[in-house]
């Protein structure tokens, strides 16, 4: 450096600069939190021909302090344990008022204060309630200012590949890491894999998924675009989305054939399953008789969906089935629900596929929460997992081709090579 002593004109030189300086970092910082409208051209900066330019400001070092909302905290609580004495306290919710409502504030919200070094004056704060809802405080000529963060959402779709060992949802928890997919899995196969009794060690899935980050940030999985399920039960099935020229979305196979069916294969969502069809011995009577049904293993309160459209022929108690819903279809068959701890129709309404109908319990004989389900044809019962049912609408001759240009993209996805587990 040189020792000269700085002249007037020097001094005002080292003040232009650092406000510059200063000018620059405050504009890369707004610039970097709100990616929206592009700065003004920066004004063209002087330059000192003679004297040397000034040095460059340090670089502003900074500590963060972070904290998760936690249960029964409220948000001055909050505040106060990251270090923030009473007037920053009241300028940060008076900046945050109107922009983040405090009613709204959860556990697991994230919050993250930065002081600047060695000062320690307030830098930011950030109260962040999951990835795509951030609010931050910055300094700003009043004093402090709470602005909506702009968040960046993109749009991906994405192949999921993989083997399963023993669940569906725990490969794809291992897999994917978001436990809804399984949901979304076995809503879009409903017609044609039971998640409880056809998968099988060695199965495989793949899923083409539109998947959202947030700035980079997984947000969610959205609409399976297209799926398949290979396995020692089942065979190969595939099914695409497709949003027909009416407006229509549905599922079908790449011939056109809809996946819906008259009936589900499973009554209730995917959860685990007990005991299958055939003898057995009944665990309260103690003596091997026919199992007339399939059992579900479900935790009480599980919703219970009709299998498919009818009329409820039976909506009460009704001897060992205990609370039990018994639905009329069009097709000859009933379906029949037993053990229920909640009965949500009444005899003689009529209920959609998939609508609940009850909840799962334990009354009657029963020695806990499951759900017994079974189907009569006529005076006998026969094995609900055994029934082949018609499928929907299949895709009109004058759409096949719309149809097949629009799945190709999610097709090519499916016969790419899977991709390995992440571990
Ligand atoms: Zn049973």
Not at 121 to 143: H, I, K, M, N, Y
Not at 183 to 211: H, I, M, N, T
Not at 215 to 229: I, K, M, N, Q, S
């Amino acid at each position: 450096m040189d020792s000269t002593p700085p002249t007037p004109a020097r001094r005002a030189w080292l003040l232009l600069g650092t406000a510059l300086a200063i000018g620059a970092a405050a504009t890369a910082a707004v610039v970097l939190l709100r990616p929206a409208p592009a700065p003004p051209a920066a004004a063209p900066v002087p330059v000192a021909e003679v004297r040397p330019a000034p040095p460059p400001a340090p670089p502003v070092v900074t500590r963060a302090t972070a904290r998760t909302v936690e249960r029964n905290q409220n948000p001055t609580q909050v505040l106060a344990s990251m270090g923030l004495e009473a007037t920053e306290l009241q300028a940060v919710l008076g900046a945050l008022d109107g922009v983040l409502s405090f009613t709204r504030i959860r556990v697991g919200d994230q919050v993250r204060v930065e002081r600047a070094l060695p000062g320690g004056e307030f830098r930011s704060l950030s109260w962040r309630q999951g990835p795509a809802d951030e609010f931050l405080v910055l300094p700003c000529p009043t004093g402090l200012c709470g602005s909506r963060r702009e968040v960046t959402v993109t749009r991906d779709v994405v192949l999921i590949s993989v083997s399963i060992r023993s669940s569906v949802s725990e490969a794809l928890q291992t897999a994917a890491r978001d436990p809804s997919l399984a949901a979304s899995a076995a809503d879009v196969l409903a017609w044609d894999v039971d998640f409880y009794q056809d998968v099988r060690g060695g199965d495989s899935l793949k899923l083409v998924v539109e998947r959202f980050e947030a700035d980079g940030r997984f947000l969610r999985h959205g609409d399976v675009l297209a799926t398949e399920y290979a396995g020692k039960v089942t065979g190969r099935k595939r099914l695409f989305r497709y949003t027909d020229p009416s407006g229509f979305t549905g599922y079908y196979d790449d011939a056109g054939t809809s996946a819906r069916r008259g009936f589900l294969k499973a009554p209730v969502p995917y959860v685990h399953l007990t005991s299958r069809f055939g003898s057995r011995r009944h665990p309260l009577l103690g003596y091997v008789r026919a199992h007339q049904g399939v059992d579900y293993g479900a935790p009480e309160g599980t919703p219970v969906w009709a299998v498919g459209d009818g009329v409820v022929s039976l909506a009460g108690w009704s001897g060992g089935c205990g609370l039990t819903v018994q639905i009329r279809h069009r097709n000859g068959l009933d379906s029949v629900y037993c053990h229920l701890s909640k009965v949500n129709v009444a005899a003689g309404s009529h209920v959609g596929q998939r609508q609940v109908v009850g909840r799962v319990g334990s009354t009657g004989l029963s020695t806990g929460p499951h759900l017994h389900y079974a189907i009569r044809r006529g005076g006998s019962y026969v094995n609900p997992l055994q029934l082949q049912l018609p499928r929907g609408e299949p895709v009109k001759p004058e759409w096949r081709d719309d149809f097949l240009t629009r799945i190709d993209a999610a097709r090519q996805q499916l016969d790419r090579t899977p991709i390995a587990l992440l571990d």
